[in-house]
């Protein structure tokens, strides 16, 4: 795997010079951890067992290469398995419309299976799709469509992979898929209402062919850990990093997810500026900051702020945030440093942003929401070691660093008991 991602790019440029077929696998515009696996390792066993050997397989990650940053989760599991940023392509570092005007394009979908408006003219390059959600729409006959309701898309690749040529599976591809799984069906948790049996049929068989894979409970708390650290990050990219955007009449306000509390958020260096700057640079006239932390005791506790240059707006959301019912945030005012943002505490904590986002809605009396699907989901009657945002486990994760978890196995593994020195 590792040798094939560093070779694409010099593959592509190869292809391109010499007006040869470029098959591109690419997933969705969220660029999740599962889109990003799926990918890789689709186009890694298609290039090693296509029987077209004319063309290239490539994987694209369907983001700018600047929002790779924000995928922490993914640059962790990259990094760990010697996976260099720069050896990966990028949406914005290839042109699929140029390729496909010259006839150079296939495409296959995995993790999605319909393209955004701005990219219609592709879909007639597209042979194959590869989705674990339900299809909303046909395709043509010549398609290949695998659609299946399994927890996690790298399931149906790790499914493709099993039953193609033994010897293909590597390590480092089975180490990206078992991650990915664990990661997307919440540790295969039954309460979490999205593992099916056969993700838990494909980790049992990465897990039997590669008996050296890190315990589950270690990789899914690492990756659970690395997702939702953001302590590299600069206010702009936390603000990216989780966001929606709800449009009402002639305006357009953020609801952005922040790991953090509030009031360690409202430290950060020239915040206001920050805020400015970043709705000004995207037309957004508002926005709202939804927080997440956790206490000693592993207890979730949200707040909430309230920016807007625009004193109507700005109070318009303040009061229909106030006096929601349904649900009720219970929310106290907190002391403000500034005019212009308006900061709560949250007393119901579990209303996430998915329950805040129809009360925004009605209040800018908009059509919708941008920014990806929103779940409906039941919390379970007890805590789970969860803090993915809007699933059933937006509970307490313990706080933990991914370098350590993994550096913890490899203590247990040599036989170090924990706590001894290095």
């Not at 995995?110 to 042979?127: R, S």
């Not at 958020?265 to 000004?280: E, G, I, N, W």
């Not at 318009?316 to 907190?334: G, I």
């Amino acid at each position: 795997m590792e040798r094939f991602v560093e070779g694409n790019r010099a593959a592509l440029q190869e292809h391109v010079r010499h007006h040869q077929e470029i098959h591109v696998v690419m997933g969705n515009e969220a660029c999740d951890l599962d889109s990003t696996v799926s990918a890789l390792a689709l186009a890694y066993f298609l290039a090693k067992t296509s029987p077209a050997p004319k063309a290239t397989f490539i994987p694209v990650l369907n983001i700018p290469r600047a929002d790779f940053a924000l995928r922490t989760e993914t640059t962790f599991l990259l990094r760990e398995q010697g996976i260099p940023a720069t050896s990966l392509i990028f949406r914005d570092e290839i042109d699929l419309g140029g390729l496909h005007r010259a006839g150079l394009l296939s495409l296959t979908l995995v993790d999605h299976h319909v393209l955004p408006g701005t990219d219609a003219a592709l879909e007639e390059a597209v042979v194959e799709v590869l989705d674990h959600r339900p299809l909303e729409r046909d395709r043509a006959p010549g398609c290949q469509v695998t659609a299946e309701l399994v927890g996690s898309c790298a399931t149906l690749v790790t499914e493709r992979i099993a039953q193609g040529p033994p010897g293909v599976l590597d390590r480092t591809t089975a180490t990206l898929l078992h991650g990915t799984i664990l990661l997307d069906c919440i540790n295969l948790s039954p309460a979490a209402g999205k593992v099916t049996p056969r993700d838990v049929a494909c980790v049992s068989l990465l897990e039997a062919r590669f008996p050296e894979l890190p315990p589950r409970d270690t990789i899914f708390e690492a990756l659970q850990a690395a997702k939702f650290d953001v302590s590299g990050l600069t206010t702009e990219q936390m603000l990216r990093k989780d966001l929606k955007v709800l449009f009402g009449d002639e305006l357009a306000l953020a609801i952005s997810a922040i790991y953090m509390d509030l009031e360690t958020f409202l430290r950060r260096p020239s915040l206001l500026q920050d805020l400015d700057a970043f709705c000004q640079a995207r037309g957004y006239a508002g926005l709202v900051a939804m927080t997440i932390s956790y206490n000693e005791r592993n207890e979730p506790s949200r707040q909430l702020a309230v920016y807007s240059q625009h004193e109507t707006l700005r109070s318009t959301v303040c009061r229909a945030l106030e006096e929601a019912t349904m649900p009720s945030l219970h929310l106290q005012p907190l002391l403000s440093p500034w005019s212009c943002l308006g900061t709560y505490t949250q007393g119901n904590a579990l209303a996430s942003r998915k329950k805040v986002l129809p009360i925004l809605r009605a209040a800018l009396g908009g059509p919708g929401v941008t920014g990806g699907p929103e779940e409906e989901v039941v919390p379970p009657p007890t805590p789970m070691n969860s803090l993915v945002e809007e699933c059933p486990l937006a509970q307490a994760v313990p706080p933990l660093c991914p370098q350590d978890v993994l550096e913890r196995v490899s203590r247990i593994a040599a036989g170090q008991p924990p706590g001894s020195p290095k």
